[in-house]
């Protein structure tokens, strides 16, 4: 499927390394024929190696905090200049919970923490489509797209205010996903991933436990970083311009399954 994505230009976040959902989909949009410039807040960076990855994709890195609205406004003016005109796609790649890192228990919140959490993983999430909007910078028919995850509709032990932020993330694509779409036609989306063994998804306590459960619950198996990525890449194509305020269910069909016949076998074992 080549040029899938020909003459598009986007932002992509949230690349830290070749582990991560945005660096396989930075490579698939690459090979579709898209232009993108990377960002993710310092500290990322310096943890990552984003800088890689701009290397193989031709792409300019420009650094910004999520959170702040300022480095959103420079990020997605000079994004315009560099790549020559406004955006047809931006990937929000972006989550992070201080309590999970710092191991509290979800009746142990620090709420100072929990407020991050939701401000870095959700509130960001809002602040790049008003920053956007504000700036007019996507053209009608842009997609702009956040991964999310199951826990936003179910309860999941250690992902603790992580699922919060989920939920969260989910609401505001609805939300502002009415309003651009209304006023530009851009189309706001959240795709629920099956676990993945990203740096961020293999951090979280009992990561291992997640991941084999929903594998064996899942019809089709849990899709990959690089399914996800192939995911994206369609929903940034003119192939999906009516899909819009959804959340996607990438996973293999573990949100559709009851149980199945994988789980049974291993508790009858």
């Given at each position: 499927m080549a040029n899938l994505l020909k003459g598009k230009k986007g932002i992509i976040f949230g690349a830290l390394d070749e582990n991560s959902i945005a660096w396989k989909t930075a490579l698939r949009i690459k090979e579709e024929g898209g232009e993108f410039t990377l960002t993710n807040a310092p500290i990322a960076m310096r943890l990552g190696t984003i800088n890689k990855l701009a290397e193989t994709c031709n792409a300019q890195v420009i650094p910004a905090d999520a959170t702040s609205e300022a480095d959103l406004n420079n990020l997605f003016t000079k994004s315009m200049e560099v790549?020559?005109?406004?955006?047809?796609?931006?990937?929000?790649?972006?989550?992070?919970?201080?309590?999970?890192?710092?191991?509290?228990?979800?009746?142990?919140?620090?709420?100072?923490?929990?407020?991050?959490?939701?401000?870095?993983?959700?509130?960001?999430?809002?602040?790049?489509?008003?920053?956007?909007?504000?700036?007019?910078?996507?053209?009608?028919?842009?997609?702009?797209?956040?991964?999310?995850?199951?826990?936003?509709?179910?309860?999941?032990?250690?992902?603790?205010?992580?699922?919060q932020a989920k939920a969260m993330l989910e609401s505001i694509a609805r939300s502002y996903g009415q309003r651009y779409g209304t006023k530009k036609k851009v189309r706001v989306n959240t795709i629920s991933q099956s676990p993945t063994k990203t740096t961020a998804g293999t951090g979280i306590?009992?990561?291992?436990?997640?991941?084999?459960?929903?594998?064996?619950?899942?019809?089709?198996?849990?899709?990959?970083?690089?399914?996800?990525?192939?995911?994206?890449?369609?929903?940034?194509?003119?192939?999906?311009?009516?899909?819009?305020?959804?959340?996607?269910?990438?996973?293999?069909?573990?949100?559709?399954?009851?149980?199945?016949?994988?789980?049974?076998?291993?508790?009858?074992?």
């Open positions: 790549l020559g005109g406004k955006l047809d796609f931006v990937l929000h790649s972006i989550g992070m919970s201080p309590n999970i890192r710092k191991g509290k228990e979800y009746g142990d919140m620090n709420y100072e923490w929990y407020l991050k959490t939701l401000d870095i993983s959700a509130l960001s999430f809002h602040k790049v489509l008003q920053t956007s909007e504000k700036l007019d910078a996507l053209n009608e028919w842009a997609s702009v797209v956040g991964l999310s995850y199951i826990a936003a509709q179910r309860a999941y032990p250690d992902y603790t205010d992580m699922a306590s009992g990561f291992d436990v997640f991941f084999d459960f929903a594998d064996m619950m899942s019809p089709l198996g849990n899709a990959s970083a690089e399914d996800c990525a192939n995911y994206i890449a369609v929903m940034f194509s003119d192939y999906t311009r009516m899909v819009t305020m959804q959340n996607l269910m990438h996973d293999g069909g573990f949100s559709s399954s009851g149980i199945t016949n994988n789980l049974i076998e291993r508790l009858t074992k």
